[in-house]
Structures are given as C-alpha cells and as structure tokens.
Nanobody, 120 residues
C-alpha cells in the first residue's frame, strides 16, 4: 500500500555535490521518521541520516558537516543534500520510511535504492 521512490543518484567527482530525493505515497496515516541508509558490497547497510517527526536529526559521524537531511511533511518526502563528496561515499543509498500503521504499529518501508558513485 505504500511506495517509496528515490531519485537523484549518479556519478560525481570528489568534492562535488549531489541531492537525493525520496517520496512516499499510498496509505499513509503518519510518518514517524524518514532516513537514508547506504550499503556497499560486502558490508552491512549503515545509517547515513535520519529526521524524525519532531524535526530532530542524526547523522553518521563520517558525513557530519557535509550532508544535510530535510523533510517536507506536506509532500511526504525527504531529501539528502550531499556536499564535499568523497570516494568513500560511493554506495547504494536507500530511503527508509517509518510509518504508523492503521493498527497503531510502526513499520519500515524501503526504497529500491539509488547508486551514488564518487570518482575522478
């Protein structure tokens, strides 16, 4: 009932910038939080940034000062502005949406992922 779609990935040079976007649609009662995770082959998926309903945010130490997460509640969307990109940022980035279900429970929905490659 809920669809999560990411966009904005691509190839950029080190030091460049990229903006990822994610939109959730469908049967949405309430969004608790939205966030971005990333994963490289052979490694666990890791949290990049998250923004909660009250507006608080958390970032991975490796991206603090370079990435900024923002949320548009009216559009059920979240963005990740990535600046000063490094080769270490290369990964598939996944959008996560934590929702309140009609049964009063929380549930995570995931996007299909968008590739970010930082290379000269």
């Amino acid at each position: 009932q809920v669809q999560v779609v990411e966009s904005g990935g691509g190839l950029v040079q080190p030091g460049g910038s990229l903006r990822l976007s994610c939109a959730a649609s469908g049967s949405i009662l309430e969004i608790n939080a939205m966030g971005w995770y990333r994963q490289v082959p052979g490694k666990e998926r890791e949290l990049v940034a998250v923004i909660r309903s009250a507006g608080s945010t958390n970032y991975a130490d490796s991206v603090k000062g370079r990435f900024t997460i923002s949320r548009d509640n009216a559009r059920n969307s979240v963005n990740l502005q990535m600046n000063s990109l490094k080769s270490e940022d290369t990964a598939v980035y996944y959008c996560n949406v934590n929702l309140v279900t009609y049964r009063g429970q929380s549930y995570d929905y995931w996007g299909q992922g968008t590739q970010v490659t930082v290379s000269s």
